[in-house]
C-alpha cells in the first residue's frame, strides 16, 4: 500500500476528464491537480516550448511527494513523455500508448480515425503506436485546433451551432473513411462526446484517452501493491497558473460533480 498522492497535469482543464476516471476507479486515492491555464493550449507552441512548460508542470508537482505522474495532455504525452521518463524517477504515465491500444483492439475493419492537438498529429506518436500494434491498420488523421478553446469556454453541448459546425467541418473526412473507432486525442475532446458520437453516428466506437490512461495507472499501481489502503479518505488539491475565477464552474462540467476543495493560483514560472 502507498498513501502517497498522484500528480496529474495538463495544458488546462481538459486532463480533469482523467482526474474523474481515476477518482472513479479509486476513490481512496488522493490526487493533486495542475492546469496550466495561463498558457492553454499547448496544441499549438512549438516542441522546445512544450518541453519547457512540461519541465515547469512537473517541478511544481514535484514539491509534493508523489508515487506516481500522470501527463493528462496529449500534445505532452506526444511531444515529450520519453525526456521526461528519462529525467525524473518516478512512473509517469501518458495518455498515447492506453488509448492506441485500446483503439487497435476495437476497430474491426482497420480503419481508425484520430483527432488532437496539431502538435499531437505532428508527432506522429499515435500513429508509430497503432502500427506497431497492427501494421495493417489504416489511420485518418486530423487536427482540431479550435476544440479546446471552445471546450475551455463552455461551447460542448448538443444544439449548440458553434460546436456543431466545427465538428462537421473537422469529422466530414474521417467520417467519410469508413473509420469505425475515433480516437478522441486530447482530454478535452471527451466533452464534446455526444456532439461527436451523434455526427459520426453509432457504429464508430469513440476512445476516451482520459478513461484509458485512469485504467493503465490503476493496473500498475494494483500490480506493483501501490494503491492507496482500503478505507484511506481520497480526495483533490487544485492548482492553476491563471486566476482561479471561474475554475468551479468549469471543473464541475469536466468533473461530473462539484467542486468544494480550495483552488489555489501558483506563478509556474517559478519552476
Request: proline fraction near 6%; hydrophobic fraction near 45%.
Amino acid at each position: 500500500m502507498d498513501p502517497r498522492p498522484i500528480g496529474v497535469f495538463d495544458s488546462g482543464l481538459g486532463g480533469l476528464t482523467a482526474v474523474r476516471e481515476l477518482a472513479a476507479r479509486m476513490p481512496e486515492e488522493r490526487i493533486i491537480y495542475f492546469g496550466d491555464t495561463g498558457r492553454v493550449p499547448y496544441g499549438s507552441r512549438s516542441r522546445e516550448t512544450i518541453i519547457k512548460y512540461a519541465r515547469q508542470d512537473v517541478a511544481f508537482l514535484r514539491s509534493f511527494d508523489l508515487k506516481s505522474l500522470v501527463i493528462a495532455c496529449g500534445t505532452v504525452s506526444s511531444a515529450a513523455i520519453g525526456l521526461l521518463r528519462r529525467e525524473q524517477d518516478l512512473p509517469i504515465f501518458g495518455v498515447v500508448e492506453p488509448t492506441a491500444h485500446r483503439a487497435v483492439a476495437l476497430t474491426r475493419n482497420n480503419r481508425i480515425g484520430l483527432i488532437a492537438t496539431h502538435a499531437t498529429i505532428a508527432s506522429g506518436a499515435y500513429e508509430r503506436v497503432i502500427r506497431a500494434r497492427d501494421p495493417e491498420a489504416q489511420i485518418f488523421a486530423a487536427a482540431c485546433p479550435l476544440f479546446v478553446p471552445l471546450v475551455e469556454n463552455g461551447r460542448t453541448r448538443p444544439g449548440d451551432v458553434v460546436i456543431e459546425t466545427v465538428v462537421r467541418d473537422y469529422l466530414t473526412p474521417i467520417r467519410d473513411a469508413g473509420v469505425d473507432v475515433l480516437v478522441l486525442g486530447c482530454t478535452h475532446y471527451p466533452l464534446l462526446r455526444e456532439v461527436i458520437g451523434r455526427f459520426m453516428g453509432p457504429q464508430v466506437a469513440l476512445v476516451d484517452s482520459g478513461a484509458e490512461v485512469a485504467h493503465e495507472v490503476g493496473r500498475w499501481l494494483s500490480e506493483h501493491d501501490a494503491l492507496a489502503a482500503p478505507g484511506q479518505v481520497g480526495g483533490c488539491r487544485w492548482y492553476v497558473s491563471d486566476s482561479t475565477a471561474g475554475f468551479r464552474d468549469l471543473a464541475a462540467v469536466f468533473l461530473g460533480r462539484p467542486v468544494a476543495e480550495p483552488v489555489e493560483q501558483i506563478d509556474i514560472e517559478r519552476y
